[in-house]
């Protein structure tokens, strides 16, 4: 059974951007998908420090946080959906410093799954933490999963996200459609077919 790793980006454990993520698991579950969500907390997460240390360990130099307990749950995971409230038209802090080290150091884990991103505001902003969590997906050659609207809800609190009928009915098609590729995924494979072959990666600096 294929598995979708849903990470808790807010300080909130239960709040907005859960009750997001609660409508994709649950829809998700009756597509016969394993789903789990992951609230990477509310202590404070420390950013790249661009030491290098993984690029020869293999993981980061922080091994104590959120980040090195989600990509061990990475490993296991076929696809992922990333929440955020919306905090001056940005990510929050916390989840803007996992996703840097968590492609960073263990980008492997996430590599050519798909993904998605979910936002909460209270009003707007939306859309430009949509484009900035959606980022981490195409550098990692990520299928992104849409659905029918901007993946987003409204509300102050969790109640006031229980009458965004819109916003939630936007966060089953979602899960219906990550359920839809997650199982052509699975059918490919059966049928033999490999992941595309992307030759030798060029790297070149423009300031010589």
Known sequence: MAKVLLVNGSPRQHGCTDRALVEIRDELVKEGIDAEIFWIGNKPIGGCIACGTCRTKGSCVFEDDAVSEFLKKAVEADAFVFGSPVYYAGCAGNLKAFLDRAFYSGGKALHGKPGAAVTSSRRAGNTSVFDEINKYFTIAQMPIVSSCYWNEVHGSNREQVEQDEEGLYVMRVLA??????????????????????VGERKWTNFIR
């Open 176 to 197: 219906r459609n990550m359920a839809f590729l997650l199982k052509c995924i699975e059918e490919g494979k059966k049928a033999g077919v490999t992941k595309a072959d």
